[in-house]
């Protein structure tokens, strides 16, 4: 599974020869295999942590003024494994003045076992109103992953947060698009709920009537990283010292 396999990666262990390095991406090293799941299968945190990076690159970036977090999954899954919160941290980013946290949550509940994560879902924090709004896109698969993950997140914040299960988020139509609609979902409620909603206004979280391709959602995101790569290839042959051993290199 693409969970186990990013694991592995996150903590050093050797992968296959079928896993080699394909783009690396200023903190994020994308390897074969993330694009290979990425065309068809269950997106790896690897994934996801890369399409957060290219929010706050190619986003993020144009709002000087947002005080967002795009958390990483490596960081929300710790978070969730640890039960002295305070022992972590120094491993999360500083939240003092942050107004909203966007959260992927994986229902992988065994800190030893993170192989048998099978589903991704998406908690969007507003710290300035003290709520949590879960999205997921199988029913309530993720609710008590979401709770959990409030909670903890509730004591890192040293504040109470109350949790709304958002029912009308879209839902997907197989059993590996969850990592997707994370994904296009985060990059939705980003854009639209907060960067460029009026802030005269009260602005509703709800995905009602929001429809969600994800065949598409993974072709725009396969043709970002493509078009990277290129960049990548290009600079890496213009250097005075090319070399073929490491991965076209975008920073």
Avoid at 33 to 53: P, Q
Avoid at 83 to 92: G, P
Avoid at 223 to 230: G, P, Q, T, W, Y
Wanted: charged share 25%.
């Amino acid at each position: 599974m693409g969970f186990r396999n990013s694991m592995a990666r996150r903590f050093g262990d050797t992968l296959g020869s079928g896993s080699t390095q394909y783009l690396s991406y200023y903190d994020i090293c994308l390897t074969t295999e993330d694009v290979r799941s990425l065309r068809s299968d269950w997106l790896t945190d690897n994934n996801i942590a890369f399409w957060e990076e290219w929010l706050e690159r190619e986003v993020l970036i144009k709002y000087p003024e947002a005080k967002i977090v795009l958390l990483r999954p490596s960081m929300t899954f710790l978070m969730m494994q640890s039960s002295d919160v305070r022992s972590i941290a120094s491993a999360l980013p500083s939240f003092d003045k942050i107004t909203h946290i966007f959260l992927p949550v994986n229902d992988a509940r065994d800190s030893s076992r993170s192989d048998l994560g099978s589903h991704w879902s998406l908690l969007l924090v507003s710290k300035i109103d003290g709520v949590a709004f879960h999205y997921d896109s199988l029913g309530g698969a993720n609710y008590y992953e979401a709770q959990k993950c409030t909670d903890r997140l509730s004591k890192v914040l040293g504040q109470p947060l109350r949790f709304y299960q958002m029912n009308d988020c879209p839902q997907q139509e197989n059993s590996s698009d969850c990592g997707v609609y994370v994904c296009i979902l985060m990059r939705h409620l980003l854009i639209k709920k907060l960067l460029n909603a009026n802030a005269t206004e009260k602005v509703s979280m709800s995905m009602a009537n929001k429809m969600v391709d994800s065949r598409s959602g993974r072709k725009e995101m396969i043709n970002i990283i493509e078009s990277l790569r290129k960049e990548g290839e290009r600079r890496r042959s213009a250097s005075p010292f090319p070399s073929s051993s490491t991965p076209p290199r975008i920073d």
